[in-house]
């Protein structure tokens, strides 16, 4: 059964600094992976999409790895902006890739100004 | 397109009372996914669909629970009757296949059971 992880719960930092979120998954047979960011009282936004074939995907200040072998994912924010204050969650298809996402629980971010 | 579209979404309603919930997915998107969130438990996925038909519905909390998808273009999660325990903020999400999952959701709607 895949379950996931996400370290630290949460998280604070002062503004400009680059930071690093923890993903960690059981079932590494995953066709990819998945970034989410989801800010108070509103839905989830994609942020980005790893294939499985990929070692890792950027976008803007955002870059993702992906090490299937080990079942670990990283986020990592370059020049953190307090604008990035939000929940980010990791989300990967559940055992036997039938199409479902299982999500971990996330990580709350604040950058301070 | 406009995206994942959900409606109402805020709905307060008391005890005991029929509640039920949309969702429009993206256009040509195979897979509908209800999923529930709180604070206590996170997301939880509920039921999802394929081309229409409910493929793992084990999320279901209670049989007052239940979800259909009578066309590719509309769902609805239906609580009946409701109770306080099931004020949690639901989403809706839609991807496009079993080996492309990258999933699009909805606001959600917020429910609130008094």
């Known amino acids: 059964k895949q379950e996931v992880t996400q370290i630290p719960a949460a998280l604070s930092v002062p503004e400009g600094e680059n930071l690093v979120l923890n993903c960690s998954f059981t079932d590494s047979a995953i066709y990819n992976l998945q970034w989410f960011r989801q800010d108070p009282g509103k839905g989830l936004t994609s942020l980005l999409l790893i294939q499985s074939s990929q070692r890792e995907q950027t976008s803007g200040r955002l870059n993702a790895s992906l090490d299937k072998s080990s079942g670990r994912s990283t986020l990592y924010i370059a020049a953190s902006q307090p604008g990035d204050s939000a929940t980010y969650l990791c989300?990967?298809?559940?055992?036997?890739?039938?199409?479902?996402?299982?999500f971990g629980q996330g990580t709350t971010l604040q950058v301070k100004p | 397109d406009a995206g994942v579209i959900q409606s109402p979404r805020h709905e307060v309603t008391e005890m005991g009372q029929e509640v039920t919930l949309r969702c429009k997915p993206i256009?040509?998107?195979?897979?509908l996914f209800w999923y529930r969130q709180t604070m206590m438990r996170g997301l939880e996925l509920l039921i999802y669909f394929n081309n229409n038909v409910p493929i793992d519905d084990s999320g279901m909390p209670e049989d007052r629970f239940s979800a259909k998808m009578p066309n590719a273009s509309f769902s609805t999660l239906k609580i009946q009757p409701s109770e306080p325990r099931d004020s949690a903020v639901y989403f809706c999400?839609?991807?496009?296949?079993?080996?492309?999952?990258?999933?699009?959701f909805g606001q959600g709607t917020r429910l609130t059971v008094v």
């Open positions: 256009s040509g998107h195979d897979y």
């Open positions: 999400a839609s991807s496009l296949g079993r080996t492309n999952t990258e999933a699009f």
């Open positions: 989300a990967v298809p559940g055992s036997g890739n039938t199409g479902k996402l299982i």
